[in-house]
């Protein structure tokens, strides 16, 4: 093993991000982040005692490009001995019947694909080829789009059956790597494109932050994901704590007693605010929050709708999510 190889063996052991008694499904586009996921996985499996498959998704999005690209990642697991599962999306039809852009649906046809194959053969983690660079976007991201302070957090090493095993890596280590295996890779030319948010981030944002203050954003925000994640456990303890203490406010039933929110500090109402929305399927942001917030003080009988059909309505003492019919 070389000295990256060794590094990232480490850092899946340290973190308990894989181990023998796991079924491994990486997930492989063909672009050069999840080709070196796939061979430093291959590289570290004899020690790690794990079996290794392979997912790729083809979205059908550059025409011949995606088909070759799905090839590719075929080719690569045959050399390496790896089983491959792929499925093909018609993503642009999807998105207008799932009323979503083109990114999210892909994003969501992306990750119930993996669900069903962790279903079907038994897979116990699903790696994904986020690094460093991808955390640095996430959280500029976070911080442009309006964020609490769990945002920073930026993306988990683990969340559930998910493990992001290349995050403690930036770019061009991976790239050095690649070069030095002699290991090919796709490149995705769409992610040269501007247009949107995450490529503008990377494109066009942190190159000229990285002009003037070289090698420093992303150890500063590594530092800051890292704190925001303490703050994260924190608030989680914090929670659970305030529902058994107060069995009124009723998280994933919807119903929060408003005094007892009245009781508490504004920061902990927000929080417990966002949990009753992601209970109910709806993204918890600034906007949203803050009018939740002011309906605390508001007359009886009033409502405030949050989206996805849900509206909150402030009845009897208790602020109560329902969704409309």
Sequence with gaps: MNLLEKKFLEN???????????????????????????????????????????????????????DEDEAFVHDACRALGVACHTRGFDTRKLSVTMKRSIEETARLLRYD?????????????????????????????????????????????????????????????????LGERSIGWRTDRTNLDSDHDRN?????????????????????????????????????????????????????GGRLHVVTLQKLTRFERKELLKR???????????????RLSELLQQQPGRSVPVGRGVTVKKADGFLVFFRER
């Design 12 to 66: 899946v052991r340290r973190q308990n991000l894989a181990g023998k008694a796991d079924a491994v499904l990486v997930t492989v586009s063909g672009g050069p982040d999840s080709m070196a996921l796939l061979h430093l996985f291959a590289a570290v499996q004899p020690v790690l005692g794990c079996s290794l498959a392979v997912a790729h998704c083809n979205f059908r999005l550059r025409g011949e490009e995606s």
């Design 200 to 252: 503008f981030i990377r494109n066009r944002v942190i190159p000229v932050v990285e002009e003037r203050f070289a090698t420093k954003l992303a150890p500063s925000l590594q530092r800051m994901s890292e704190h925001a994640g303490e703050l994260d456990e924190f608030m989680e303890l914090h929670v659970e704590s305030l529902l058994r203490e107060h069995p009124m406010l009723d998280l994933q």
């Design 113 to 177: 694909f993996f669900e069903e194959l962790c279903r079907n053969y038994g897979y116990t983690r699903v790696a994904t080829g986020h690094h460093a660079g991808d955390n640095v976007e996430t959280m500029l991201f976070n911080l442009f789009r309006g964020t609490s302070p769990a945002g920073f957090r930026g993306i988990r090493a683990k969340h559930g059956p998910i493990v992001r095993p290349l995050l403690p890596y930036g770019r061009a280590e991976l790239l050095s790597y």
């Design 276 to 290: 009753a929305l992601q209970a109910q399927g709806v993204t918890a942001d600034s906007n949203v929050l803050g």
